[in-house]
């Protein structure tokens, strides 16, 4: 194992760009926490007006966007701040990063000049004001593309076939069908744009000082790369737009060099001149690695501003309903996700409305409640939900003679309110049973062998005791719920010993022998729930099932 060791005294830094903040953790060559620094977008730059780090257009149904500038200046920012801390950025020896995935950042003519000429006694954010042909990057909340997702599935044969060529069918927030509608209702700013990054790419960029290349992980989430053989494909390039290829770039692996870190960084933070910038990937990707997902059946929940499901698959299986990557940190087998939009925001606004705005009565109030809420069912969408396919709006049922252990063949009926107490369960196990049905539905096993909790509401001991409970296995969580910065970090050391060894090594040989010394540990936070229990909620979840399936019949998209 020797031969995979890190350089002792160096540092590795992750950041992670995601929807409320930018995040960076520095991990030491032992991969422990070294340093973690965090910039909220709302708070710390007011002045770009967001809530929650987007900006809904008020004109436009479900056009949701985040100001490109906004991350330029979190990235100033994070850096002044662990520059005040004292960190050594000399140390520093590869830097990598993740991002919100899908959102696409659009460059105007000639901004490749500014990139590489960055002058380093001025901020980052007075040098690239003008360096976009549209400010607002629309994200993956974004959902006002469902006219280009059926164009573009439609070109290419149909939406399983899409999924098939490129991984996933069409969705909203995907950059291809972002990119056809701006070559579609803008095609004056299409054609002033020289070059279309993800936000990861971007990022990557930026601290290279020029156009970094789209990684094949992230590149999955655009409904534009040939899954099987990682190029662009020419087939769905053309179903989105014209000249398109060259505006998108090179494709590079997930663990590859970007480049090296721009002189910008050298001279202004005195970062090494030959620090490396290892390709950024998507927030999701780069938490697989985080959480040291390894072995098929592990399955990871993220409970983030979005709820995410993944694990690892030997095989992509094309489906309409979740998403196929390839693996970030191993170049042979997929990484296969669930999204939904209504996560941590959705359970605030019921904790808002329902338990004081405090997590502390919500949680009294989920152990106030039994198991299985006396057949109470809820639905809530506080946003257009992506999985199922549902618009805003909130159901509720009772199941009539409600008798935990039998409950085929019965019938419910719809109330327009629960109780508080009803309400907070009815949300939980809601987005649980949700979770579980349909990871089960893109093949996952049943139980997983374990699940490792990550994301915000992961703090919270209570959801983890449902969750295993619901899914009955035993559930892990890490150290820090920000697993996404952590991954980036951990994969700045992979790709840096990639790089040093010129060919790619497996990431578990880096940590394999002393995960348990490492800040990438996880611990038992919930014991797997009694199988009794487990099998009532087999039972609620199917049932569940079938309420969501009609509701989609009756209000679903087309
Ligand atoms: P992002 O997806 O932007 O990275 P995070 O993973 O940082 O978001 O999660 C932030 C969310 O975590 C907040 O919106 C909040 O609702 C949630 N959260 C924080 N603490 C708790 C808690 N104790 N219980 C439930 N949710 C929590
Ligand atoms: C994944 C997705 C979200 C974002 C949130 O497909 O849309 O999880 O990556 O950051």
Redesign the pocket.
Known sequence: MEGFSLPQDSLFLGF?C????LKATVLDANLKIFATEVVHFDNELPHYKTKD?VIRDPLVNGRILSPALMWVEALDIILQKFKKSNLDFGKIIAVSGSAQQHGSVYWKRGSSNILSSLDSKKSLVDQLGDAFSIKETPIWMDCSTTEQCRAIEKAVGGALELSKLTGSCAHERYAGPQIRKLFETQPEVYAITERISLISSFMASLLIGGYACIDHTDGAGMNLMDIEFRVWSKIALEATALDLEKKLGNLAPAHAVAGFLSKYYVERYDFKKDCLVIQWSGDNPNSLAGLTLNTPGDLAIS????DTVFGIATDHKPSLEGHTFPNPVDTEDYMVMLVYKNG??T??DIRNRSANRS?EVFNTYLQQTPPLNGGKIGFYYKEHEILPPLPIGEHRYVLENFEDDSLYGIKEHRVIEFDAPSEVRAIMEGQLLSMRAHAEKIGMPSPPRRIIAT???S??KC?LNLMASIFGCNVYTVQR??S?SLGAALRAAHGWLCNKKGTFVPIKDMYMDKLEHTSLNCKLSAPAGDQELVAKYTLLMKRRTEIENDLVQKLGRI
Not at 18 to 21: R, Y
Not at 303 to 306: E, K, P
């Open positions: 992670d995601s929807t409320q903040s780090g409970l983030g501003t979005s941590s925001l359970r605030e997590w994301g915000g509401a703090a919270n959801i719920p920000d996404a």
